[in-house]
């Protein structure tokens, strides 16, 4: 059973910076590709960034030059850096990995951009 586990979530400023992980339990460069989403209360859950096995991105509108994806095979993991951040990010965020046709996905973790 493949599993996902997020950590990073919490608290911040507008304006202030958070760093999402995600760990898998199986190695990274298993997966077809990796993302993370988030769902805010109320609204749908969307795609925030994605990266494919080759290193490629790809970004939402909404996050673009603010958010980071990145993977660390020496840590097994898959980060979000995210900046500069503003009020309409708050939401739970999700780590998804995809493996053929399969979806695999994390607990998710909480950010809350307040005042």
């Known amino acids: 059973q493949v599993q996902l586990v997020e950590s990073g979530g919490g608290l911040v400023q507008p304006g202030g910076s958070l760093r999402l992980s995600c760990a898998p339990s199986?190695?990274?460069?298993?997966?077809?590709?990796m993302g993370w989403y988030r769902q805010a209360p109320g609204k749908q859950r969307e795609l925030v960034a994605i990266?494919?096995?080759?290193?490629?991105?790809t970004y939402a509108d909404s996050v673009k030059g603010r958010f980071t994806i990145s993977r660390d095979s020496a840590q097994n993991t898959v980060a979000l850096e995210m900046n500069s951040l503003k009020p309409e990010d708050t939401g739970v965020y999700y780590c998804?990995?995809?493996?053929?046709?399969?979806?695999?996905w994390g607990q998710g973790t909480q950010v809350t951009v307040s005042s």
């Open positions: 990266m494919f096995s080759f290193g490629t991105t």
């Open positions: 199986v190695n990274i460069f298993r997966f077809n590709n």
């Open positions: 998804r990995g995809m493996i053929r046709n399969s979806a695999y």
